[in-house]
């Protein structure tokens, strides 16, 4: 098993809704990175969990929280987004010393 | 931080060879990978090099030159499905953990 599963592929959600994303692998890769992508645009790192404990946060907006429950799952909580948060957020993992491997995404809108 | 760049765009017909050059900057360098995304869709992996030299992996090579801070990708008897966009990343060692940066991109066009 190669992949990595992110749900669900759309999500269309106001700016006062609460939202989650999520993302499974279980390749027992050990880091696992959150990045948002704009069109035309490369991804960004957002956030990186290396075995189950936050390492890396880019200066994420708190609107934005990350949540690993365990070393196969990684959720993105979302709450009051703006219309700029709209994007392509894609979830990836990885081994020490390999690939990223990245899931299909979530095509997220805020309207 | 890192500063990648690579062109924004480049054309090139069906059946043809095509190297797409990526160059950066970084304090910590431990790897550089080639990722092919098509619109609307995830990247993915094409070729990974970490030392100097040629990577080939059927019609796509990979070279990296550290020194030069200078990688390219080259891609062989162009198809159709080819047209994308290809992004470089370079990867380092940071707060415990591999970072992969992603360069902008280029956007490969592939006419017949």
């Known amino acids: 098993d190669t992949e990595v599963t992110q749900t669900p592929k759309h999500l269309v959600m106001g700016m006062t809704n609460k939202k989650s994303l999520k993302c499974e692998q279980h390749?027992?890769?050990?880091?696992m990175y959150w990045y948002k992508q704009k069109a035309k645009k490369p991804p960004e790192l957002m956030f990186v969990?290396?075995?189950?404990?936050?390492?890396i946060n880019e200066s994420v907006p708190s609107r934005f929280s990350p949540e690993c429950p365990n070393s196969s799952l990684l959720n993105l909580h979302l709450h009051a987004l703006q219309p700029e948060d709209s994007a392509l957020y894609l979830c990836?993992?990885?081994?020490?010393?390999?690939?990223?491997?990245f899931g299909q995404g979530t095509r997220l809108t805020v309207v | 931080g890192q500063n990648i760049d690579q062109p924004t765009e480049m054309t090139a017909t069906e059946g043809a060879i095509v190297q797409i050059n990526c160059t950066y900057q970084?304090?910590?360098?431990?790897?550089l990978f080639w990722y092919q995304q098509h619109a609307g869709e995830a990247p993915t992996f094409l070729s990974y090099?970490?030392?100097?030299g040629l990577e080939e992996k059927g019609r796509f090579s990979s070279f990296l030159s550290r020194s030069k801070g200078y990688s390219y990708l080259l891609l062989k008897e162009l198809q159709m499905k080819d047209s994308a966009s290809y992004l470089c990343a370079v990867r380092e060692w940071t707060g415990g953990s591999y970072i992969p940066t992603f360069g902008r991109g280029t956007s490969l066009i592939v006419h017949p």
């Open positions: 390749m027992g890769h050990r880091a």
């Open positions: 970084t304090s910590g360098f431990n790897g």
């Open positions: 990836a993992s990885s081994q020490d010393g390999s690939e990223a491997f």
């Open positions: 090099n970490v030392l100097d």
């Open positions: 969990y290396s075995y189950e404990k936050l390492s």
